[in-house]
Antibody, heavy 118, light 110 residues
Framework: QVQLVQSGTEVKKPGASVKVSCKAS????????IHWVRQAPGQGLEWMGR????????DYAQKFQGRVTVTRDTSISTAYMELTSLTSDDTAVYYC???????????WGQGTLVTVSS | EIVLTQSPGTLSLSPGERATLSCRAS???????LAWYQQKPGQPPRLLIY???TRATGIPDRFSGSGSGTDFTLTISSLEPEDFAVYYC???????????FGPGTKVDIK
């Protein structure tokens, strides 16, 4: 069965960086894009970017350009999202999600809470 | 960027009633690349509908999606107790990709 398992809770200070991992299993990792979506406490969903695990090609939301980097390691079927220059506004649950077609998400990771606080 | 507006913000209904949720886009969504998700507290979203009207695997047929262009609708024909949740629409048709979500509609128990 398809599973996306994310790394655990992170607490960071303002100005730091965070790197969240997303390990895929149950399907061919290189066959589907992986997207990253975040959700601030009590708020809605926000698309951050995506990676083509086959080619490594990426696309990012304008809002995060220059601050987010999505990478992958095909040898261990894992995608990563790194966000730099963190502020309290980056406090959120970060999700990875599988895109089986053109951009909808059929499987999601469990979410990783990132708290930014001094 | 395509802005999605959902209405109403909150829908208060009783089990067995019909729910109609609206999602309006600021510009036409290419190829009807619009999805609907259900989210319950503490859980990731769950895909219900993709490409505006196709039910995802395992989704009951009381959920249906319709629409094209800028106006889309999610209908729950008869609410079950487990359907009380927040629903988000999501467009993924923009190129270059700048995918967006609506702010959500909360369906709660009247």
């Amino acid at each position: 069965q398809v599973q996306l398992v994310q790394s655990g809770t992170e607490v960071k200070k303002p100005g730091a960086s965070v790197k969240v991992s997303c390990k895929a299993s149950g399907y061919t990792f290189t066959a589907s894009y992986i997207h990253w979506v975040r959700q601030a406490p009590g708020q809605g969903l926000e698309w951050m970017g995506r990676i083509n695990p086959n080619s490594g090609g990426t696309d990012y939301a304008q809002k995060f350009q220059g601050r987010v980097t999505v990478t992958r390691d095909t040898s261990i079927s894992t995608a990563y999202m790194e966000l730099t220059s963190l502020t309290s506004d980056d406090t959120a649950v970060y999700y990875c999600a599988r895109d089986p077609r053109y951009g909808d998400y059929d499987f999601w990771g469990q979410g990783t809470l990132v708290t930014v606080s001094s | 960027e395509i802005v999605l507006t959902q209405s109403p913000g909150t829908l208060s209904l009783s089990p067995g009633e019909r729910a109609t949720l609206s999602c309006r886009a600021s510009q036409s969504v290419s190829s009807s690349r619009l999805a609907w998700y259900q989210q319950k507290p503490g859980q990731p979203p769950r895909l219900l509908i993709y490409d505006a009207s196709t039910r995802a695997t395992g989704i009951p047929d009381r959920f249906s999606g319709s629409g094209s262009g800028t106006d889309f609708t999610l209908t729950i024909s008869s609410l079950e107790p487990e359907d009380f949740a927040v629903y988000y629409c999501h467009q993924y048709g923009s190129s270059p990709p700048e995918f967006t979500f609506g702010p959500g509609t909360k369906v709660d128990i009247k």
